[in-house]
């Protein structure tokens, strides 16, 4: 580029460097061919025009070489009434002049294109005065144009954004501190977001005079911080809930923040529901458990045997009285089919009485089976080692939901062992009392002949007053003996009311065995019986009731 300025002169011929050129001139010249950022020189009343190599690549093929050594407004035509004055206010003495990110419609391409520039003119000058024009420039619409297109995606972000956006500008009072701020930008979601309409230009005071207090001291502590920060608050003034997160923006001394917002209002809504829903399910369930506790209580403390199954039949649980009858070590049941294991008879005194329970047969099983009741008397073997017998009473019942499904099935197991044993009991005292009531009767009788026929010997007239005596101590015998046997109903009355007494005394075994014979002599000789008795001439004493032993 050196020697290209070289090869002109003002007029256009290789003279050099004009001499007559100033020094201040001459030093511009040299400060632009050493330089590589893009100078230009306007030299002279003409503008000629002198530049370097970074300032040749600016200007294209298009102009350069050409332009080099030509007037400025005959190589800028489409735009020297924009720097054409200003360049001569320059040369005329006005001083330097700076600018950034100025538009041209430069000439390129055959056509006009769009341009834009930063650029600034100094004087070359000396005690002399004004030689010339230093210009130094940068095209800018490159970088322009990504600012253009990072203007357009930021707002076509903050157009498409769910979330409410906003640019808020600190407004301060007297002391410095933030009393409000003023809406820069909001994108269409912040309407929506927050309810707001109409904020670019507006304060949030004047949108929100009952706003709260933290709003601003949040984005204000973000200002002054210059960190982000994020938080969850609710809004009374706006009535919802919001998830906000604010951040700075520029310089802080411009107090510029950027506030994105969601509104979480629903989502509050439904993690309150759902806390009031498990709070409710954990009521329940607690409700549940003391019901279960209850349950548990009511099983362990009544004198009943009961099982409660579910649907197939499969045990549930059990109570300890239910254990205590069938044995601590019951064997697993899921099903009707386990039943199996578990051994019964039928003692209810029907027609299958004594026969073993089938699995099918047992109340529980034929319970769930027709969905009624079912029971019966059986007499199980427990699962104690060694097993027991017992006999217990059973009754099963159906269990349904609130629609009617079976859903399982509860058997209730009364053990009636004593009771079975007791009836038995009874059952045989009442035939013994029967038989001795029976044998009592025939003795009752039996008196009565020796009684009659020793009044007919009475009646009769004789002398033989050995006979009458004889006569009068049978009657005598029989009559003590008639008493007796009275005495001995008396005594049945007594058994049956637990009032029996014994009178104990030293007894001759002989005199009772002796007495004994003659109360039933009568019935042996009637029957024509042969009784042999076995007696040691030496008494055997006994101590006991007389009258019991007789009998």
């Known amino acids: 580029m050196g020697q290209l300025i070289r090869q002109y002169d003002w007029a256009g011929t290789e003279l050099g460097v004009p001499e007559h050129w100033s020094a201040a001139l001459k030093t511009a010249v040299r400060l632009m061919l050493t330089t590589n950022y893009p100078i230009f020189i306007f030299a002279g009343p003409r503008h000629i025009q002198l530049y370097n190599d970074s300032y040749a690549r600016t200007l294209g093929p298009e102009r350069h070489p050409s332009a080099l050594g030509m007037p400025a407004q005959e190589c800028w035509p489409e735009i020297w009434s924009a720097i054409g004055p200003e360049i001569q206010a320059v040369l005329d003495g006005h001083g330097s002049?700076?600018?950034?990110?100025?538009?041209?419609?430069?000439?390129?391409?055959?056509?006009?294109?769009?341009?834009?520039?930063?650029?600034?003119?100094?004087?070359?000058?000396?005690?002399?005065?004004?030689?010339?024009?230093?210009a130094m420039c940068t095209e800018i619409t490159a970088i322009h144009a990504r600012k253009a297109m990072?203007?357009?995606?930021?707002?076509?972000?903050?157009?498409?954004?769910?979330?409410?956006?906003?640019?808020?500008?600190?407004?301060?009072?007297?002391?410095?501190?933030?009393?409000?701020?003023?809406?820069?930008?909001?994108?269409?979601?912040?309407?929506?977001?927050?309810?707001?309409?109409?904020?670019?230009?507006?304060?949030?005071?004047?949108?929100?005079?009952?706003?709260?207090?933290?709003?601003?001291?949040?984005?204000?502590?973000?200002?002054?911080?210059?960190?982000?920060?994020?938080?969850?608050?609710?809004?009374?003034?706006?009535?919802?809930?919001?998830?906000?997160?604010?951040?700075?923006?520029?310089?802080?001394?411009?107090?510029?923040?950027?506030?994105?917002?969601?509104?979480?209002?629903?989502?509050?809504?439904?993690?309150a529901a759902l806390l009031e829903s498990r709070g409710q399910a954990l009521d329940i369930a607690r409700q549940a458990e003391a019901d279960h506790q209850r349950l548990t209580a009511v099983l362990e403390a009544t004198p009943v045997g009961l099982l409660v199954a579910d649907a197939q039949g499969g045990v549930l649980q059990v109570n300890q009285e239910f254990s205590r009858?069938?044995?601590?070590?019951?064997?697993?049941?899921?099903?009707v089919a386990d039943y199996g294991e578990w051994k019964g008879w039928?003692?209810?005194?029907?027609?299958?009485?004594?026969?073993?329970?089938?699995?099918?047969?047992?109340p529980m099983a034929r319970a769930l089976r027709s969905g009624a009741k079912a029971g019966?008397?059986?007499?199980?073997?427990?699962?104690?080692?060694?097993?027991?017998?017992?006999?217990?009473?059973?009754?099963?019942?159906?269990?349904?939901?609130?629609?009617?499904?079976?859903?399982?099935?509860?058997?209730?197991?009364?053990?009636?062992?004593?009771?079975?044993?007791?009836?038995?009991?009874?059952?045989?005292?009442?035939?013994?009392?029967?038989?001795?009531?029976?044998?009592?009767?025939?003795e009752l009788r039996n008196p009565l002949a020796p009684v009659a026929a020793a009044a007919d010997l009475l009646a009769l007239d004789y002398a033989n007053a050995d006979r009458a005596r004889q006569t009068s101590a049978i009657i005598s015998r029989q009559v003590k003996h008639m008493t007796a046997l009275i005495d001995d109903l008396l005594d049945v009355s007594r058994v049956t009311r637990g009032l029996v007494t014994l009178e104990k005394t030293p007894l001759d075994a002989k005199r009772i065995v002796s007495h004994a014979v003659e109360q039933v002599r009568p019935l042996i000789e009637a029957r024509q019986h042969a009784l042999t008795l076995h007696i040691t001439p030496e008494p055997t004493y006994v101590c006991g009731d007389h009258k019991r032993l007789v009998q």
């Open 346 to 362: 039928w003692a209810d005194h029907a027609a299958h009485h004594g026969q073993p329970v089938a699995p099918a047969d047992w």
């Open 97 to 134: 002049t700076w600018h950034e990110d100025v538009p041209f419609e430069v000439r390129r391409h055959g056509r006009l294109e769009q341009t834009w520039w930063t650029y600034g003119y100094s004087p070359i000058e000396d005690d002399d005065g004004v030689h010339g024009v230093l």
């Open 325 to 335: 009858i069938w044995g601590q070590h019951l064997p697993a049941t899921s099903s």
């Open 376 to 442: 019966g008397v059986i007499e199980i073997e427990s699962f104690d080692a060694p097993p027991r017998r017992r006999t217990v009473a059973s009754s099963a019942a159906p269990v349904f939901d609130r629609e009617g499904h079976l859903i399982g099935g509860v058997i209730a197991l009364m053990d009636i062992t004593d009771r079975v044993r007791a009836e038995a009991a009874l059952r045989d005292a009442d035939r013994r009392k029967d038989e001795f009531l029976a044998m009592l009767a025939h």
């Open 150 to 271: 990072l203007r357009q995606s930021y707002t076509a972000l903050a157009e498409s954004m769910d979330q409410g956006f906003c640019v808020l500008e600190a407004l301060d009072d007297a002391t410095g501190a933030v009393r409000d701020f003023r809406f820069l930008e909001c994108n269409p979601a912040f309407e929506q977001q927050c309810g707001l309409k109409a904020a670019i230009g507006k304060t949030v005071s004047e949108l929100l005079p009952e706003v709260e207090s933290w709003w601003i001291e949040h984005i204000a502590q973000v200002r002054r911080s210059g960190a982000p920060l994020r938080f969850e608050v609710y809004s009374a003034a706006m009535q919802r809930h919001f998830d906000a997160y604010a951040f700075p923006i520029g310089l802080p001394e411009q107090g510029k923040a950027g506030l994105l917002l969601r509104d979480i209002t629903q989502r509050k809504n439904d993690e």
